[in-house]
């Protein structure tokens, strides 16, 4: 296949895609029932022109009646009045109002068919439109409960294009939440060991030893305090607890 062909089926494909992903069934259903009942008005246009017709002629040919049978009476009537010339001339009138009817009623036995096959294409069409709008309303209607069925899944899993990014969403809050938590711990981390100094402590790194120190020294000496007031009976108690005999050092008999 040339560049050109592959390049033609790839624009169709795409082409084909795009018309898909536009066309809405509810849209398309409605147009095709609109043809329908476009053409069934055609067809009751067309009927109506040859029911004109066949009227027509039927006027005509009752009118060519009464013109054969005025011919009749005058030819009678000069025939009584032994005018010949009279007579024949009326049977001439006749004989042509004849053959016009003939042509008439040719006419109107040649469309007779056709308003008979008119009548009938007529009816099945109206059917055939009656359940094909049934089958559209009903077709929609089950096209709109699957839409619905689809919107309510999407909402479930979270597929689609309005929840497609929830998913990428949370993991960005999570990973920033997490980022600012160990920014957190590490700016705690650096503030007591003294490489960041808090904003709100004006002392020195050395004052802040020397502090650290002192509180040291000021908890060794209440320790010892506690101790001194205590006395030597809590530390002599607190000794013989420790050489108390144990349950299985019992005495033996």
């Known amino acids: 296949m040339s560049i050109l062909g592959r390049v033609a089926d790839l624009f169709s494909a795409k082409t084909h895609k795009l018309l898909n992903a536009l066309e809405d069934p509810n849209e398309v259903l409605d147009l095709s029932y609109e043809k329908m009942l476009s053409g069934l008005q055609e067809t009751k246009a067309h009927l109506a022109d040859v029911i004109a017709q066949q009227k027509s002629l039927e006027r005509q040919i009752a009118a060519a009646d009464r013109e054969i049978a005025g011919a009749?009476?005058?030819?009678?009537?000069?025939?009584?009045?032994?005018?010949?010339?009279?007579?024949?001339?009326?049977?001439?009138?006749?004989?042509r109002a004849m053959d016009n009817r003939a042509t008439l009623e040719q006419a109107l036995n040649a469309?007779?068919?056709?308003?008979?096959?008119?009548?009938?294409?007529?009816q099945r069409l109206q059917e055939r439109i009656e359940k094909f709008r049934t089958q559209k309303e009903t077709m929609k209607a089950s096209y709109a409960a699957a839409q619905a069925q689809v919107k309510a899944q999407q909402s479930l899993t979270g597929?689609?294009?309005r929840l497609g990014g929830v998913g990428e969403t949370y993991q960005r809050a999570e990973d920033r939440m997490l980022a600012?938590?160990?920014?957190?711990?590490?700016?705690?981390?650096?503030?007591?060991?003294?490489?960041?100094?808090?904003?709100?402590?004006?002392?020195?790194s050395a004052e802040k030893e020397l502090a650290a120190l002192r509180d040291k020294h000021a908890v060794d000496?209440?320790?010892?305090?506690?101790?001194?007031?205590?006395?030597?009976?809590?530390?002599?108690?607190?000794?013989s607890a420790g050489n108390l005999p144990k349950p299985d050092d019992e005495p033996k008999a």
């Open 72 to 95: 009749e009476d005058d030819a009678a009537t000069a025939v009584k009045a032994e005018r010949d010339d009279l007579a024949k001339a009326a049977l001439v009138h006749r004989r």
């Open 111 to 122: 469309i007779l068919p056709q308003i008979s096959k008119l009548t009938d294409y007529q």
């Open 159 to 161: 597929i689609g294009e």
């Open 180 to 204: 600012a938590r160990d920014k957190a711990d590490a700016m705690d981390s650096m503030i007591e060991q003294g490489i960041v100094n808090d904003p709100l402590d004006k002392r020195s």
């Open 221 to 239: 000496d209440d320790l010892a305090a506690l101790k001194a007031q205590l006395g030597p009976k809590v530390i002599g108690s607190s000794s």
